[in-house]
């Protein structure tokens, strides 16, 4: 748990960024809160590059996970790139950190691998929207403040099941697919697998949720935890991840739903990585 004072570091493991005005307008929101901030070099794109080179970001992220001061890492950082440092992490060091890393989207990566490597619980959320949206910005405040930890409980709707828990793991699909095959996919046995999307159509995610079955992955699976996929709804509406996963597991495997997970800028916060019950209300 963060609280005033604490020393909360900035990195980006995918694309950097290239506005500026965002890190600005973050490291404004923490020092309001009290934070003292500390930004990695590297956050802000090289000119002309993506991002700079893998082992240079890594080296990032581990210089503060190896400092006792830092109590936080929060990756500001999404795109394609952050698959690219994993083999530059030092797992052990990470797993023996105070500090707590956050990210999304393409950070899925560098989460689950923390989970599967090190052992580590990590929170899946882009601090870049905390100033965005007031009510985010004030359970975070509760939080920062007395521990209230409505930032983390997203409200859930079931669809099928009554009841799943586990240990999360997942989050953005295209982007935890990249893991398949890898030292740093998760054990899915007894999981709750959460999965959401920014980016795909239709084909896209039908062929995600395909890749998912045929690696056995809806068998192992305690349960699934579906956020947004926000192109997918813009084109066939809220309720197409539900049906199209629904096509390839079955009425079985437990299912609830959120509008509080994904990427718009009023989604929650949630834990990779830590145990997690769900039940239906009044059970």
């Given at each position: 748990m963060l609280k005033k004072g604490s020393q909360v570091a900035l990195v980006a493991c995918s694309n950097a960024l290239t506005d500026e005005k965002n890190i600005q307008t973050l490291v404004a929101f923490f020092k309001s809160q009290g934070l003292e901030v500390r930004i990695s070099p590297h956050v802000i794109a090289p000119r002309g590059k993506l991002a700079a080179k893998a082992k240079t970001r890594a080296d990032s992220v581990m210089h503060y996970f190896c400092d006792p001061r830092v109590d936080a890492i929060f990756d500001v950082s999404g795109g394609d790139l952050a698959n690219e440092v994993l083999p530059e992490l030092d797992y052990q060091?990470?797993?023996?950190?105070?500090?707590?890393?956050?990210?999304?989207?393409?950070?899925?990566t560098v989460i689950n691998a923390l989970h599967t490597r090190a052992?580590?619980?990590?929170?899946?959320?882009?601090?870049?929207?905390?100033?965005?949206?007031?009510?985010?910005?004030?359970?975070?405040?509760?939080?920062?403040?007395a521990g209230e930890e409505s930032l983390f409980t997203?409200?859930?709707?079931?669809?099928q099941g009554r009841q799943m828990s586990g240990v999360t793991v997942g989050g953005n699909v295209r982007c935890l697919l990249k893991l398949a095959g890898t030292p740093y996919w998760p054990d899915m046995r007894g999981k709750i697998l959460v999965l959401e999307a920014r980016s795909g159509g239709e084909a896209q995610i039908r062929t995600?949720?395909?890749q998912l079955r045929q690696m056995d992955v809806f068998s192992q699976v305690s349960g699934i935890l579906l956020g947004t996929f926000s192109q997918l709804e813009q084109s066939l509406g809220a309720a197409a991840a539900q049906e199209l996963l629904q096509a390839v597991t079955g009425p079985k495997l437990p299912l609830a739903v959120t509008r509080q997970i994904g990427h718009g800028s009023d989604a929650k916060a949630l834990w990779i990585g830590r145990e997690l019950q769900l039940k239906r209300s009044g059970e």
């Open positions: 060091v990470a797993a023996q950190s105070r500090a707590t890393f956050w990210g999304y989207s393409d950070v899925t052992g580590k619980a990590s929170v899946l959320y882009q601090a870049r929207h905390l100033p965005l949206c007031a009510a985010r910005g004030a359970e975070w405040e509760r939080w920062l403040c997203p409200e859930i709707a079931w669809v995600y949720l395909q």
